[in-house]
């Protein structure tokens, strides 16, 4: 009873979310939706061999993560090995900030956010309460999701996950991907502290 009244107060409450399919919807129109990495994958002037070779990846090795014939633990090297093959894939493509944000933007997109996100974010902010959103996919694509559905009100939400860094220098449709944050966050394997910097 303690623990519930002290939750009630705003002053002592911190929400935490996750990203792709629970601030994000599973599906539209019928449809799965798109994760973080799935909007890279379906981005402008991408390769068709990548799409279909992460393809291959998603069928693979989600067939593992719902098995029910593997424990979490033995889950964790193969989870760990799709993120790295696809992190390897991305990373030898145009990826950069522009493409990102137009496949966002495009209404062909399998994208939207589950209702009454809005109206969480804009209850935390106005009552100053922290809310973080975790995410095993991509900090860059969350962000850039947020703020293309929200405007300014998701400008400054936290968001702790897998970065991906752009060539410096650059104009932001040359610049593109060339590294990832360390350490690697994915669905079987959240951070103890935020990803750092490569």
Known sequence: VRLRWKLRQA??????????????????????????????EHGPGLSKAYFNETQALFRHYHAIEVSTAYSREQKIPFMTEWYEKAHELMLREPVNPVGIRHTIADP?????????????VGWAHRNQVPLV???AGLTNVASAVLLHKLGPPAACLPIVGNTLYFRDGASEADSHATAFSEPLVHVRRRP???PQDP
Do not use: Y
Request: proline share 4%; aromatic share 4%.
């Open 108 to 120: 062909e997109t399998l994208l939207q956010l589950r209702p009454g996100v809005a109206r969480l």
């Open 11 to 40: 002053s002592r409450l911190i929400i935490i979310a996750d990203f792709d399919r629970t601030v994000t919807t599973a599906r539209v129109n019928g449809q799965m939706g798109l994760s973080c990495h799935g909007i890279i």
């Open 192 to 194: 103890k502290s935020p």
């Open 133 to 135: 959103v975790f995410t």
